[in-house]
């Protein structure tokens, strides 16, 4: 396989910016994840706090529904990890794949990802250009936002139920 052109300094750090808001997302999950598993009774639902984010987002959506210190926020933070299990297919496919082409005369640019399961040699190939990857840079540091503040939230009310009216939550 020839050696594809290299991706634009602007491709490149699009996805640098991509990169840093899912890290701000997932910090802001983890404050959630703090806060509902230490605080309000999550390790009560299940005994080991999980790493993965697709681990995280099943257990907080059980706290969400089932912790009554979580439940003034229920609608906001269901909301939030909908939209988190929504957008980080895109995600994964620009920070794990690879460009295997780039057309020259336009950003546009052909990436590969491997995917996980039993299926040896399974993959996705997907077209992408910079406009794309900065617009999901920005719907997820917009994300990342409202999921640190809920997390900022939850870690000043700590173990007393929310008494906030949904107005005041981040949404």
Known sequence: MNKPRQPSEDFLAAIGRLTISW??????????????????????IEKEKPWAMERKIKLLRKCFSNLPGLASAREVGLAILDEV?????????????ITIEQFDASDKTTMI???RGSTPNAH????????????????ASKLAGRAMALGNLLL????????????????
């Open 156 to 171: 000043e009310v700590r173990s007393e139920p929310l008494n906030q009216t949904s107005s005041e939550l981040p949404g």
């Open 85 to 97: 299990k929504s957008t980080s297919e895109t995600r994964q496919d620009i920070i794990h794949g």
């Open 23 to 44: 890290a701000e997302i997932e910090f802001g999950i983890d404050l959630i994840l703090f806060v509902a598993y230490h605080e309000l009774g999550g390790n009560e």
């Open 113 to 115: 990802r491997l995917l």
């Open 124 to 139: 996705k190939r997907f077209s992408i250009d910079t406009t794309q990857i900065l617009t999901s840079a920005v719907a």
